[in-house]
């Protein structure tokens, strides 16, 4: 069965980091884009960054320059670097696996992040 | 960046009966869309992807249509596992955008 057990998250200081990792099981890791998707409390869902097979990487504006994502195929695990946090980055975080479609067909569980003083 | 509209925002249906949600893209998107299903407290489940087919063990009762910026997605028969909140997520280009979702509770 494909699983993707997500860790890191927590609370942070405002221009604080963070990091967060997925590891992947149950499906060849390196074949396959990985993605990095937000929801606010009580919002709706944000793409954050996706990182493909090819470590080809896209990202959205709002972290663009703060937020690096990486993979470690070697370990099936996904990671999300996230530096000089800000308030408006409090989110579940939910790492996400591509599908043949480029849609996602299997999510971490989520991960709670906080930023705030 | 091409911005995804759900409509409407919460619709209220009984079970047994149709469900229709609907999304719109603000530029043409072919058929690169996806559905998701989330739940209180869990992580979306995908539904529907390319705009009309089913996702591995989703039931037949779901059902995607369109293509080019108006899309549906219709329940048949709602389920009481069925009330929850979905999304329409386009993939066609970067920034990859969700629409803002629509809440089915029950009537």
């Known amino acids: 069965d494909v699983q993707l057990l997500q860790s890191g998250g927590g609370l942070a200081q405002p221009g604080g980091s963070l990091r967060l990792s997925c590891a992947a099981s149950g499906f060849s890791f390196s074949n396959y884009a990985m993605t990095w998707v937000r929801q606010a409390p009580g919002k709706g869902l944000e793409w954050v960054s996706t990182?493909?097979?090819?470590?080809?990487?896209f990202s959205a504006d709002s972290v663009k320059g703060r937020f690096t994502i990486s993979r470690d195929n070697s370990q099936n695990t996904l990671y999300l670097q996230m530096d000089g946090l800000r308030s408006e980055d409090t989110a579940v975080y939910y790492c996400?696996?591509?599908?043949?479609?480029?849609?996602?067909?299997?999510w971490g569980q989520g991960t709670l992040v906080t930023v705030s003083s | 960046e091409k911005v995804m509209t759900q409509s409407p925002a919460t619709l209220s249906v009984s079970p047994g009966e149709r469900a229709t949600l609907s999304c719109r893209a603000s530029?043409?998107?072919?058929?690169?869309l996806a559905w998701y299903q989330q739940k209180p407290g869990q992580a979306p489940r995908l539904l529907i992807y390319e705009a009309s087919t089913r996702a591995t063990g989703i039931p037949a009762r779901f059902s995607g249509s369109g293509f080019g910026t108006e899309f549906n997605l219709t329940i048949s028969s709602l389920q009481s596992e069925d009330f929850a909140v979905y999304y329409c997520?386009?993939?066609?280009?970067?920034?990859?955008?969700f629409g803002g979702g629509t809440k089915v509770e029950i009537k």
């Open positions: 996400a696996k591509g599908h043949s479609s480029d849609a996602y067909d299997y």
């Open positions: 990182l493909t097979d090819t470590f080809v990487t």
């Open positions: 997520h386009q993939y066609n280009n970067w920034p990859l955008t």
């Open positions: 530029q043409e998107i072919n058929d690169d």
